[in-house]
């Protein structure tokens, strides 16, 4: 007895809810998710997280999971948390985790709602959008990485982008973990001293990595990411 199949709209209901939860929490939760909340509240998870550390990790993770998976705002805010509340280490492994989990869960959603019809599309093209799909198929960690590395790509495109190229979930698992590292390590940084920022009453910068000291490297990891598309395409 062949098996009923499911509609285009049923695959997609995990992205619909994604998308719905991520419009709610921008109108809703713009305020809340916001560094004068972290400020407010700071004295009072750090008290907690010492009494409960164990049980304060595995909440934190969790839900910056779920800000992540729901395309929540506030995943800056969420960094800083694992920071001051964890330390550089382990804050920058529980960020990173939570992170990849939560952008894992997006590209899953996105790909098999809509992303796998759209990748065999490109697959069957022609012309010139055959050739940038092929192009990108056999330089694909290189691709990924520089989406996760540039810190301009946004966090949800390069969650989707790769969903709609039918790229393998290990390979977006990977990539998004190794790719995130290095701004992940800034952001809990800056977190970790976020007790002394508050002290003297100033806010962090969220613009770091966009300070040439920080842009630079991040800049020059993404050019050695592409070395390996630049070699293929010199030696053809």
């Known amino acids: 007895m062949p098996k009923p199949t499911r509609s285009g709209w049923t695959h997609a209901i995990p992205f619909l809810i994604i998308l719905a939860a991520a419009g709610i929490g921008t109108v809703t939760l713009r305020d809340t998710m916001s560094f004068a909340t972290l400020k407010a ?79 065999a599309r490109l697959d069957e093209s022609a012309g010139a959008v055959r050739r940038l799909r092929e192009g990108i198929r056999q330089n694909e960690m290189s691709f990924l990485l520089v989406m996760r590395l540039v810190p301009a790509v946004p966090f949800f495109v390069a969650n989707l982008v790769p969903a709609l ?5 290990w390979r977006f698992a990977l990539t998004t973990f190794i790719g995130i590292i290095p ?27 966009f300070r040439p000291q920080f842009l630079g490297p991040l800049l020059g990891l993404a050019a050695l990411a592409l070395l390996p598309a630049v070699v293929r395409a010199w030696r053809r």
């Open 183 to 209: 701004a992940a390590i800034i952001f809990t940084w800056v977190g970790s001293g976020l007790g002394a920022l508050i002290a003297m009453g100033k806010m962090p910068d969220m613009a770091i990595l």
């Open 165 to 169: 190229l039918g790229v393998g979930v």
């Open 41 to 119: 509240h700071h004295d009072a998870l750090m008290a907690y997280a010492a009494d409960h550390y164990a049980l304060t990790a595995v909440a934190f993770v969790l839900a910056y999971v779920a800000v992540v998976a729901l395309s929540l705002p506030g995943a800056t805010i969420c960094t800083l948390t694992g920071g001051f509340l964890f330390g550089v280490f382990p804050g920058v492994l529980f960020n990173v985790a939570a992170a990849t989990a939560g952008a894992v869960i997006v590209f899953l959603a996105a790909r098999y709602g809509f992303g796998d019809r759209f990748a």
